[in-house]
Each structure stands twice: as C-alpha cells, then as structure tokens.
DNA sequence: TTGTATAGCTCCT
DNA sequence: GCTATACAA
C-alpha cells in the first residue's frame, strides 16, 4: 500500500532522471516489482502451474539493461511477512481465489482472451519463482539479497551503510525509513524520476520547513501506511496539520480523541502507532558485510532488551 | 478543500 | 504496488 497519497505530494521536488546518470554507481532494486511485472507475461501458465521462463527472461532483460547503462544492481528480494500484516495478505490470497474461479470458468467456456485478463488478477509472486530468478542471477553473477523481512527495510539500510548509492522501487514507504536517493517509476528505457529527501523541505503543496526526518514519519503513520490503518478521515494533510499544531504524536492523538467523539480512535491506537514507528526505525535487515541480522538503526539502549522480547516480534521475530 | 472509493494498469507487438 | 477520476463530507 505505501503512504495513500504521498508521490503525488512531493510532484514539485520530481527530478526526470536516466540509468545513464547513474553510470559507475550502484543501485539497490525491488525485485518484487520486477517479479511482479513478470509475472504478468505469463500469467496464465503461473495460475494453471505449467512451466514457464517468461518471467526470468523479462528480470533478466532488466538486468541487461542496468548493465548496459554502466549501472551495479544490487537486487533485494522480500523475505516473510511481518505479523502486523497478516490480516492484509489473507485479504489478498481470498480476492485472488475468486480470480482464479473466474478465470477457469472463462478458459473452459473458450473465452481465453477474457480469461487472460482475470488471471493477471489472480497471478502471485511465490517464493519459488524467486529462487529461479535468484539461480538466474547467480548465474550472471548480480549481486543479491533476501531480506529476512521486508525488502523496503533492506533497501534502506543498504543505502544508509553506503552499499548502494540509490534505491529503484514503486513503494512511496522508502522515503518514510529515511532513503536518501529513491528512483520511481523507471521504465523499459530507462528513464525514471528521483526523489531526493533532502528535498522534501523544498516541496511546494505542503510546509515541510523545518520538518525533521520524525515529523515526516509520524504524518505518514497518522495518514495510514502498511502498519497501521489511519483513523477515518485523515489524510497526509490533516495529518501535518495537527502535527503543526499539537508537536507531538501524542498530543495530537489526545486532541483528536476529544474532538472526534465516539469509538472513531481505538483504544489501542496509540500503541499501535508507536509499533508502527520503531518497525520504521528499528525492523530487522540482514547486513551482508558482517552475514548476522541487525536493526535498521541501532536500537537505543533503554529498548535493547526489550526488542528482545516476543512483545516486540513486530520487528521480525 | 480534502479524503475515499472505484477502476484500470503492470506484459508485449 | 501505482495513478486517474468521480463523488462525498
């Protein structure tokens, strides 16, 4: 999901960008997108199980490209899933079996165009089909990485340790875990846009002025992200707002539970959020210099033991 | 003005 | 995952 709403925000700070400027560099890249871009052309032989190679050969052809402009990918690849989101990916696996119902009723009635389009609904990224484009890789000798959790988390400590000197993805959450350099939107030729956080002061729709990299992450928690569902009715701009206003995540929480009366705020709401925030500064990445996992940022020392702990398993148990 | 709900897109020629 | 669009508070 990302943040509802954040790209279109931070439109004034876009930069047109090409792979060619980034010739001699190295580029940390989702490869869930790529997977899942695939897996598009083959959708149906994934839904049915019959061998296919298509979605290899379409990752690869983007690893050429990446190569041919003189760029180092450096490829992380989703891990498990945290529990926190558990609930949204047993949403997604029931819309996609009501795809498939579709789908197979259509093939077997001889409308295979129509069917076409609702296994492209119902096609999912397996693990599977990463370990084959992982040999491939291999192969071509790419450098790669699974991330224990989530590739966004990866992605950010990789640029924070100086591995990469960028991030390619479409997920707006990036810039929430604090990535310096991201790359939206790069197409079959290469050309992207950049989105610089040291910009984000810069940005004409809304006053980021002296915002620091907390404020922004808080307004991004408060408008509902991955972790955490926002309360009815807010969005990033209320989010600022009342951020502006009361300083503290906490304090606006307090205000908002007066003013919007009745059972809107869970009463658990802002302990969630605070778990939504230190899976922002805090989940478990796997650093590939010292092979061992470790937390994004060092954890401080009044919470060293208790990240331990299975109340925290939030992070990556 | 701001947020939400819905639909369409990702492949390839 | 994204965007574009129409509609609602």
């Known amino acids: 999901m990302g943040i ?40 149906q032989e994934l ?11 379409y990752f690869m052809r983007k690893i050429d490209m990446f190569k041919f402009f003189g760029v180092k990918p450096y490829v992380v690849f989703d891990g498990g899933y945290l529990p926190s989101k558990a609930a949204t990916e047993q949403e997604r696996l029931s819309r996609r079996e009501e795809s498939k119902k579709a789908a197979m009723e259509l093939l ?11 296994f492209r609904k119902c096609v999912d990224v397996t ?4 370990y084959a484009v992982i040999q491939a890789l291999e192969a071509a000798q790419v450098d790669f990485v699974v991330a224990p959790y989530e590739a966004d988390a990866q992605m950010a400590y990789l640029e924070m340790k100086g591995l990469v000197h960028g991030i390619v993805t479409e997920d707006s959450d990036l810039l929430v875990f604090g990535c310096k350099r991201v790359i939206f939107k790069l197409d079959q030729y290469g050309s992207g846009i950049e989105i610089l956080h040291e910009n984000l002061s810069m940005v004409r729709d809304i006053s980021f002025h002296e915002w620091t990299m907390t404020e922004i992450r808080h307004m991004c928690i408060l408008a509902g992200c991955d972790y955490l569902p926002s309360i009815p009715g807010m969005g990033l701009k209320t989010a600022q707002r009342v951020l502006r206003r009361f300083k503290t995540f906490e304090r606006a ?14 009463a658990d709401y802002e302990e969630a959020f605070r778990k939504a925030d230190l899976t922002f500064l805090y989940a478990r990445v796997y650093d590939p210099v010292s092979h061992s996992m470790v937390h994004l940022n060092a954890v401080p020392e009044e919470l060293e033991e208790l990240v331990q702990t299975d109340e925290y398993d939030f992070l990556g148990p």
């Open 4 to 43: 509802q709403g954040l790209l279109p925000l931070l439109k004034s700070i876009e930069k047109p960008v090409h792979l060619k400027d980034y010739a001699g560099q190295t580029l940390a890249v989702d490869g869930y997108v790529w997977l899942h871009k695939g897996a598009f052309s083959c959708a």
């Open 47 to 57: 839904c049915l199980g019959q061998p296919t190679q298509k979605y290899i050969t």
């Open 108 to 118: 077997h009635s001889g409308k295979s165009k129509q069917a076409q389009d609702h």
């Open 127 to 130: 693990p599977e089909m990463a």
């Open 253 to 266: 929480i307090k205000h908002l539970r007066m003013e919007y009366t009745g059972a809107k705020i869970k």
